[in-house]
């Protein structure tokens, strides 16, 4: 088989990239471990940036988007048991953040691709990258019983946290930074009316709380929780029970409760992977770098990545110019950068430290006072929380 971008991961990184790939002309195949089914099963995080919708319509896939996602020009933030709003749309000037779910924008980038006739390769497994140092790189992999072999002109590895192009790339040339924190959040997903119609960052005493939505009828809420705990540890009323003590006594009095559709606990990383460029190899998403959820970066920084990732090729097609390709790297990281330090501040912000001791609460507490009640400190998060323009620093 021979392609010109070969795209290892159908997340949202590969599906988006395939999909602005395709309407510039440009052919790409997807090989991805897992089956279609098991990628749609995996509940992210569903804060969209303005960004982040416009690279969706760009491709053509963000109708569903604009009728289900729910446009948000603020949320709370709650600390010594009283919420204060951010008034995102004031503070930055007209913009607001779409909340819409991650296995949502995956969904309708899947149905996309398949409505195109795009090949999409699911369940090939001992997939390889080689050669990728030299003009022609190939991919290769498994699937029924069979070996397959892909030439290309470029490796997109859009393959996550664990995948297979970052771990083959030699230990010296490449620099990775990470700090894990030493808790986890427990995410629970039910069909109940959310409790306020913004999102609620809750700091309290017990820990951080989330509370989140997918849709006027159903919720996403998180705590925090020692990584020592188990899904099995945690009862839905045992989950309602906690959320409520983190909670103000008006969100507690709204609070609907119900049975939990999933239950999951996921681990706090930051982590970032220098360079991004391999040759002929580049990574993007997960792949390349992780944040910790507070503020819900993930998936916005993924899709820039695979914005400029994108248009990198098609100058290189289209124009015959490599500029793209040789700024890529330098030009994620330095938005990467700005999204990791805002996610670690956030982050350490709103949960419970206990090694910082009692003066470690009471120092977040007079840091959110200032934040919520400065002009300037409200706008400093405002400004981060609806992300960055595309050209930022151009
Ligand atoms: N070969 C083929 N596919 C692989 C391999 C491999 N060796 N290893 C991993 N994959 C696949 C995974 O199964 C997964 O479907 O690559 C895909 C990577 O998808 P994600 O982990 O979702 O990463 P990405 O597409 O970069 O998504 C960006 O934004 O909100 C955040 O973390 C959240 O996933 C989200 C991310
Ligand atoms: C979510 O809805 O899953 C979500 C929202 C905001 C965050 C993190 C996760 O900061």
Redesign the pocket.
Known sequence: MRTQVAI???????LLLGQLLHKAGIDAII????SGD??LG?I??GVLEQVTTDLLDEAGVGQRMHREGLVHGGFDMLFKGERHRIDLHRLTGGKNVMVYG?TEVTHDLMDARQAAGLTTIYE?SQ?SVHDFESAKPRVRYEKDGQTHEIECDFIAG???????CRASVPKRAITEFEKIYPFGWLGMLSDTPPVHHELIYANSTRGFALCSQRSHTRSRYYLQVPMTDTVENWSDAAFWDELRLRLDPAAREQLVTGPALEKSIAPLRSFVAEPMRFGQMFL????AH?VPPTG?K??N??ATDVKYLSSAFIEHYQDKSDAGIDHYSARCLRRIWRAERFSWWFTGLMHNFPENGPIGQKLQEAELDYIVNSEVGARSVAENYVGLPLDFGE
């Open positions: 290892i991961g159908a997340g949202p990184s590969g090989v991805e471990r897992q098991y990628v995996r992210r995080a991650q090939a997939v859009c393959d996550g946290f664990h995948g297979v993007a998403g997960d792949a992780i819900a993930g998936l920084l993924a």
